[in-house]
Each structure stands twice: as C-alpha cells, then as structure tokens.
C-alpha cells in the first residue's frame, strides 16, 4: 500500500507543478504554481492532525481517501495544456484551451503564436533519441544545476529530518509540552506561509528570497546545536530550554515553506525545454528524493556518532553552502513566458558556440 501510494503522489506531483506553469499567465506564475506545494502542506497538516486526535491508521487511511477521489473528478472538468497541445501538433485545441484558460475577452492571438513559433524552431518533434541527446545537452544540464542540485542539497538543511524524526528530535531537545502536539503545530504553520509565499513570488526577487530562507535556516539550526551543547553544560534553566527548540524549529518551517520549497518547485516547472519538461522536472525530483533517502539513512547513524548539536551544526553547514550555490546560480524568470524562459537558458549556449566559429 505505500508503494502504490509513492508512486501515485510521486506521479501526480511534479505534473500538477508543470500543468500550473504552462497554463497560468506568465504574470501570476510566481502566485499560482507554488500552490501544489502549498496543497502538500494542507495535506501533511490534516495527516498531522488526524495521528494527533486518532491512534488507528485504517480510519486515518479511510478519511484521507476522500483527497485523491476529489483530485480526479477535479480534473475531469479541466482543459489540457495548450504547450503540451502544440507540441503534439493540435493547434486548433491549444487555441481552445488557451482562450478557456484565459478568459473569453482575453487576445490570445499574441501568446498563442509565439508558443508556436517556438515549436517551429524545433521542427521535427523529438524522438527517444534526440529526447536523450537532449537530456546530455548544455541547456539541459544548465537546467538541472538550476533545480535538481539545489533540491538535493535542501534535503541537508535539516527540515527533512525534522520531518521524518519530528517527535524524537522534539523528545531529544526536551520541550517543554507534549510533543506528539508539535507537529500538528508545525503543519499549521506551513500553510500559513505558504500562502504568504505565493503572494510575495509575484513580485518579489526569487533568488534573494531563496538565500534569505536558506540563511534563516542556517542561523535556526546553529543555534539548536549551541541549545543542545549549552543544555549539556548547565541544568538550572532547563525549563527554558526546554522550550526554545520550538520556536526555532517553527522559524525553519516557516523558511523552508515561504522560500526554499515553493521556489524550487517553482523553478523546476520552468526551466526546462518545453519538449522534455515533464522527463526534466521527474528527473530533478529523482534528484530530490534519492537525496531525502541518502539524508534519512544517515542521519541515525550521524545522531549516534555526534549527538543531536552535532547533526544540528551539520545541517547548518548544508544551509550555508546552499545559500551560496543559489546565490551564484538561481534565476529570476519573473514575468517572463515559458518561451522565453527556454530561450534565456539556451543563449549561453548559443553565445559560446559564436564565440568558437
């Protein structure tokens, strides 16, 4: 049953991210395609919930059925992508599906052809070969260092962790209340920036909000191993800190939910060649999750060798190194179509190879 579950989400996920990206205006990308993350937090926020007030896993499985039912009668009543239509040939149904997108009274004259043009550039649709040069060239690549290299190394910052062992780190650091209810508290709290998120990606510079949280991150996660260590060293004050481990494990949350996840995610909708979209973003998925479970299966043993400071001053570290990988690498495609999006991240390409002739 959990495999089934995995791949069902692991299927549906990065696709719903992609389908966001490629039928929302570029204008309100930002706000709208961090909503299936933001969904992701609502989700683990009522699984929270539910272990929290019930201890039977059958009647927590039968009231979260309703979720994936509600997501395909959802679907049924939608109109396909008009990028993924054009690309297949169907331009009379892009057409459609643009306008239904867009609005009756909206001109989509303009948006239209210029995702045509862009397909005509490409002239011949790409087979398995020509995907799988594509999938080793420098477009691509430049792609993934931009989205799978980063999404790996936030699975190091500590939040996967804390996801994963939330209530045995909440026992480790002594807090002060029960902290079967910490979690339930944590997943109310995504939500609540996670919508702050999708309003602050419309206008504001993606990359400077990434490095801010990574570097939240970083001083939340120096400090607990400074709490853990100081604890060691002094039990006269241990009621405070006993409490002081949650609102710095709250501070995380609200980093990683207001601008390390949705801008990832964000990202990997973007960057890649409309052609491969869905293969670039399931591969830096791959990335992300190969990570989580190399994070996951090292961390008891990181815990048993370092204690909890230590495991704390190791995620800190990763937080530093991703704010300054991001900040030298990370784009900032705000309003800016898909298009030429995929034109942007081909030009350095195009520039070197002039450069050579």
């Known amino acids: 049953g959990r495999c089934l579950c995995s791949f069902g989400v692991w299927l549906g996920y990065p696709s719903s991210t992609i389908f966001i990206s490629e039928v929302v205006h570029p204008n309100v990308r930002g706000t709208l395609a961090v909503f299936p993350s933001m969904l ?47 690309q297949n ?18 001109n989509v004259t303009e948006e239209l052809n210029e995702i045509v043009k862009k397909k005509e550039e490409n ?37 996967s962790a804390l996801v994963l062992f ?12 029960d902290p079967q209810l910490a979690p339930v508290l944590v997943g109310g709290t995504r939500i609540v920036f996670s919508l702050c998120s999708s309003i602050a990606l419309r206008k504001g510079n993606r990359k400077y909000i990434f490095c801010t949280s990574a570097m939240t991150l970083c001083l939340c996660t120096l400090c607990m191993g400074v709490l853990q260590v100081y604890r060691g060293m002094d039990e006269d004050h241990q009621w405070i800190i006993g409490f002081l481990p949650f609102p710095l494990i709250i501070i995380m949350f609200i980093a990683h939910s207001f601008g390390i996840n949705p801008i990832l995610h964000l990202i990997s ?18 990335l992300s999750t190969s990570a989580n479970a190399l994070q996951s299966f090292l961390f008891p043993y990181v815990l048993s060798w370092v204690d909890t400071a230590g495991c704390f001053f190791w995620f800190s570290i990763s937080s530093f190194i991703l704010a300054v990988y991001a900040f030298i690498i990370l784009p900032d495609n705000r309003g800016l179509s898909l298009t030429n999006i995929e034109r942007g991240m081909n030009q350095e390409k195009k520039t070197s190879l002039m450069q050579k002739q």
């Open 40 to 86: 992701l937090s609502v989700g683990m926020f009522i699984t929270y919930l539910l272990g929290y007030l019930s201890s039977s896993w059958r009647l927590i499985s039968w009231i979260l059925l309703f979720q994936p039912i509600l997501t395909f009668l959802s679907m049924s009543l939608i109109k396909e992508s008009p990028y993924w239509l054009v």
């Open 89 to 106: 040939g169907r331009k009379e149904e892009a057409l459609e599906s643009l306008q239904w997108y867009r609005g009756k009274m909206y």
């Open 123 to 159: 002239k011949r649709i790409p087979g398995f070969k020509e995907k799988l040069n594509m999938v080793f060239s420098r477009s691509f690549l430049r792609a993934l260092s931009c989205s799978g290299i980063p999404f790996g190394m936030a699975q190091f910052t500590g939040i």
């Open 166 to 177: 939330m209530v045995n780190m909440f026992q480790d650091a002594g807090l002060s209340f």
């Open 269 to 286: 909708s973007e960057v890649f060649p409309t052609s491969i979209r869905s293969l670039g973003y399931g591969v830096t998925l791959c």
